[in-house]
């Protein structure tokens, strides 16, 4: 649990922050992926029945505080590798059941969803290094590739290839980019 917070950690003081205080009192991004990081070791971990049920009952008071003070919902069951990075202040809803690869980008306003039927039914799978902008919607069970990016105001309903950035309806591609 310690070595992803400080993964999530480095990602904030890798943008130039001028200092580590600065970072841990003023970063909501980094409030919201701490409190997530401890609420799922405390899922997934405490095992005495007492114990885990007070632990969890806080861990979910903690997160639903910090959802009403930064608009960003990282649900528990999420799986969310090291080095989280959302850079602003405002709505970020993940699924529950997402699963997220290393060193993602989630900007302001966006929603990683459901789609409930259909040849579409599931939730999102992020890859490695993937960039999603603002306002954007990634729904149902498609995969977004690694170092992929997902512009402002996309919505994203079919699977992105990796390298590939994505925008508007979600069906516009741009050859793959070399990093």
């Not at 529950?96 to 290393?102: A, E, L, N, S, V």
């Not at 309903?157 to 390298?163: E, F, H, I, L």
Request: glycine share 12%; net charge positive; with cysteine.
């Amino acid at each position: 649990m310690r070595q992803l917070i400080y993964s999530d950690y480095r990602r904030y003081r890798s943008t130039g922050q001028s200092s580590a205080i600065e970072v841990i009192l003023f970063t909501q991004g980094l409030w919201a992926s701490t409190v997530y990081r401890i609420a799922r070791a405390i899922f997934l971990h405490v095992r005495i029945p007492v114990l885990r049920q007070l632990l969890r009952l806080l861990s979910k008071f903690a997160q639903k505080l910090v959802e009403i003070i930064t608009g960003i919902s990282l649900p528990v069951g999420c799986e969310i590798d090291e080095g989280l990075y959302i850079g602003h202040f405002g709505p970020v809803i993940l699924h529950p059941k997402t699963r997220m690869g290393k060193n993602c980008n989630l900007s302001q306003g966006i929603t990683i969803g459901i789609v409930q039927s259909g040849e579409r039914e599931g939730v999102p799978t992020l890859g490695d290094r993937v960039f999603v902008g603002p306002n954007a919607i990634v729904i149902g069970g498609i995969t977004v590739g690694e170092d992929a990016a997902i512009g402002a105001g996309a919505i994203v309903t079919r699977s992105v290839p990796p390298r590939a950035w994505c925008w508007q309806s979600g069906q516009a591609y741009i050859a793959s980019r070399e990093l």
